[in-house]
């Protein structure tokens, strides 16, 4: 499970990019783990990495 913080670093956006793009779809959605903790899963950054890079 990654954190925002650690999608954001691989990703090289901001928290605010980030957010953007789960709300426009262009990202999937987290996963609630907490009140105030969301996470998502590793293979999802992964799968996102390597249509991003591939296109």
């Known amino acids: 499970m990654w954190s925002k913080k650690q999608v954001c670093g691989r990703l090289g956006v901001s928290p605010v990019t980030l957010w ?3 709300c426009s779809g262009h990202f999937p959605k987290a996963i609630q783990l907490g009140p105030r903790r969301i996470a998502w899963r ?5 799968a996102f990495l390597a249509k991003t890079e591939g296109a």
């Open 20 to 22: 953007r793009w789960v």
């Open 42 to 46: 590793s293979s999802v950054v992964e």
